[in-house]
Nanobody, 120 residues
Framework: QVQLVESGGALVQPGESLRLSCAAS????????MNWYRQAPGKQRELVAVITSDGSTNYANSVKGRFTLSRDNAANTGYLQMNSLKADETAVYYC??????????????WGQGNQGTVSS
């Protein structure tokens, strides 16, 4: 019914930037929230950033001022701009969206994960 496809993961050096994308497709009426999580090797998945349907954002303290969420509602696509990346932010990044289908059903949908590696 719904598919989330992530892109943009890459290998970058410390201090550089990455921009991740999360494109949703399917029988979507609206997306009321988009969350980005990350999971570093050997660590639990952690919530990094949240954006709601009205554009309100919230960020983990560790990324405030460096990460920026945005969304293109017409394209059902969200973006996570990550600047000044640190080596310990190497992780698989996941988008997670709260979606309302045209049928009225609500779904909690996950992307496939996108590897972001920060290394010199």
């Amino acid at each position: 019914q719904v598919q989330l496809v992530e892109s943009g993961g890459a290998l970058v050096q410390p201090g550089e930037s990455l921009r991740l994308s999360c494109a949703a497709s399917g029988n979507i009426l609206s997306i009321y929230a988009m969350n980005w999580y990350r999971q570093a090797p050997g660590k639990q998945r952690e919530l990094v950033a949240v954006i709601t349907s009205d554009g309100s954002t919230n960020y983990a303290n560790s990324v405030k001022g460096r990460f920026t969420l945005s969304r293109d509602n017409a394209a059902n696509t969200g973006y996570l701009q990550m600047n000044s990346l640190k080596a310990d932010e190497t992780a698989v990044y996941y988008c997670n969206e709260g979606i309302i289908l045209v049928t009225g059903e609500r779904l909690d949908s996950w992307g496939q994960g996108n590897q972001g590696t920060v290394s010199s």
